[in-house]
Every structure is written in structure tokens, then in C-alpha cells.
């Protein structure tokens, strides 16, 4: 099952894997807060910078981020076979996961949040790769 909530919320054991899914580890968060810190899976700092300031709306910043998750890497002009598909390796790693055990998305937004990457990227895992909620 794969669920969300704010890495501040009180642990559980239902909780089962614990991703934090932000590029910023946050100061002073303990790390038994989260089993592991999955940096590529939050917005850009330039994306979520600019979402925070009110420069892009939530629909827009939810385009720029699902196509920064599959945007190929700048290494791909060297790797003649296997090519880098952003992060769709990693969600299908997270999908399967969560066919398995529980696996909590965490991100340092609010539980009751409205907009947080973390709901799109729990939609975008069970669409794109299949997991359960």
C-alpha cells in the first residue's frame, strides 16, 4: 500500500517504509524521522522555489514536476544503449514496493496540505506503475 504524510507526523508502525521524497533533508530533522532519503524524487530547487513564491500556478508546477521526474539526463549523450528516463526506474522501484509492504511517501508539508508533490507523486506511482493505495 502506498500512502502520505508529513515526515513531522507521528511515526507508525503501519507506516512501514518511510520515503522522504524532498531535495532538502531539512535542518535539524533526526534521521530515524525516515528509513530513507530519496532526494530525486522532490521538485527541482528551481521549480519548487518558484512555486513557493506564487510565480507558477499548482496546475503549472504539477506539469514542470511530473516532466522533471522523466526528463533524461544529460548523460544520456553518452550511453549509446541504456538511456536515463529520469526517475521512472525509481517510482517502479517505490510501485513495487508498495505491492508488498507499506510505503509512506513523507515530504515537510502539513498533513492537511492541499497542493504537495508528494499526492502527485503518490497519483503519478499508481497511474504510471500500477501501486495500490
Same mark, same amino acid.
Given at each position: 500500500?502506498? @500512502? ?22 531539512? +535542518?535539524? !530533522? ?14 527541482? &530547487? ?8 506564487? =510565480?507558477?500556478?499548482?496546475? =503549472?508546477?504539477?506539469?514542470?514536476? +511530473? ?13 549509446? *544503449?541504456? @538511456? ?5 526506474? *525509481?517510482? +517502479?522501484?517505490?510501485?513495487? !514496493?508498495?505491492? @508488498? =509492504? ?12 492541499? =497542493? ?9 506511482? &499508481? ?7
Amino acid at each position: 500500500m502506498l @500512502k502520505t504524510k508529513s515526515v513531522h507526523s507521528p511515526i507508525e508502525t503501519g507506516d512501514g517504509l518511510r520515503i522522504l521524497a524532498t531535495r532538502f533533508r531539512g +535542518r535539524g !530533522l533526526p534521521a530515524d524521522r525516515y528509513d530513507v532519503w530519496m532526494a530525486n524524487l522532490g521538485p527541482s &530547487e528551481r521549480l519548487l522555489k518558484t512555486v513557493q513564491a506564487g =510565480e507558477i500556478t499548482w496546475r =503549472e508546477f504539477s506539469r514542470r514536476f +511530473r516532466a522533471e521526474l522523466f526528463a533524461p539526463a544529460a548523460t544520456d549523450a553518452g550511453n549509446a *544503449t541504456i @538511456k536515463n528516463h529520469g526517475q521512472k526506474f *525509481t517510482l +517502479r522501484l517505490v510501485a513495487r !514496493l508498495a505491492e @508488498k =509492504e507499506n510505503v509512506t511517501l513523507l515530504c515537510h508539508c502539513a498533513d492537511d496540505a492541499k =497542493e504537495c508533490h508528494r499526492f502527485l507523486l503518490q497519483k503519478l506511482i &499508481e497511474r504510471e506503475c500500477g501501486a495500490k493505495t
